[in-house]
């Protein structure tokens, strides 16, 4: 009988990490199930937020975008940071509404009521990068009301896809170009000026003038002055006053952030400037190369320009780079000639993702040094007065 227990209590003993070992796999399969779900929730979550941001992601505002917007930053608030970071749409990331680009607080939308008779239009692309908005176009903006105190400055961008950003991220809203001209018209502007602080006569400020003919008849005087360049020109060896005092100022400022004296002083030492605009399919490309013109006749043999779509070609990354090597400069300094320090400058020119410029001209062995200078255009004294200077020749007309 005693054998037949102890054998009973052993045949237990012998099941008990069996059916332990059961139990135990039970309970992790729950557990990795429950992850599984969470994951998938956490997913729906993210996904969900994303499709709100795609649809906001658009160049046309309808009477919807306003409570679209609003749904959209309410969506992503009551994301956990886990869902957050799995934000993905098709423009939508973490860092729509996660990014830091400074205090929005400090910029002014400028679309204020009850102006008077005389308005000064400032129309920009725009920029989502808060500090950037404030010390390039803002900067603009406020030099041009300093200069002219019996006008009212007032701002429209042309993007309304930054304008979305803006309005749902920060709760700042900035008047499109139709909001702006219907807003002058309600004010009773008699006398409108539209100052571009676009850099050329590109496809941005032919939709700005297209804009502006069906209100012509709204005032008793209506002028647009010139982009930053000013007039085009026929071909690459045509230049302007206005080619050359941005040639000498941004060159100026990108010589002074690097610590040199004087760009020769640059040169000696190994180093040459590439500044870097956006680069348009438009006719309008041809200003980059009358900039590099532009720069050779200055004798700034080691400035050079390029464009972030490689439009016109001689801009392009790969040329641009191998003219540089082939000249023998072994450092490189890599700045915006963009009137806005924004997207591109941050993430095209400076960013760490392989096909930025930083990271192919470094990824190429071919120089000692790589650095950015992340400053717009609109941020330099010298060409705020250039801006002030063009509309004082349309005032003048």
Known sequence: MKKQIAALLTAALLGLPILSGCAGTDTAKEAEQKSEEKKSADQKAAD???????????????DKTDAQCIEAKEAWDALTNTQKKLVEGENADPDYFGRDTGDASKDDPRNQDRIGEKELLVVSFGTSFNDSRTEDIKGIEDALQAAYTDWSVRRAFTSQIIINHIQSRDDEKIDNMQQALDRAVANKVKHLVIQPTHLMHGAEYDELVKAVEGYQDQFATVKIAEPLLGEVGSDATVINESKEAVAKAVTAAAVKDAGYTDLNAAKKDGT????????????????????QTQMDVLGYDNVYIGTVEGAPEETACEAVMDAVAGAGYQKVVLRPLMVVAGDHASNDMAGDEEDSWKSIFEASGKFDSIDVQISGLGSISEIQKLYVSHTKAVMNE
């Open 272 to 291: 040459a400037f590439v500044l870097l605009g956006h680069g348009t399919s438009h006719t309008a490309k041809v200003s980059y190369s009358q900039m």
């Open 48 to 62: 969900a937020v994303a499709e709100l941001i795609d649809m906001i992601y658009v160049q046309k505002r309808t």
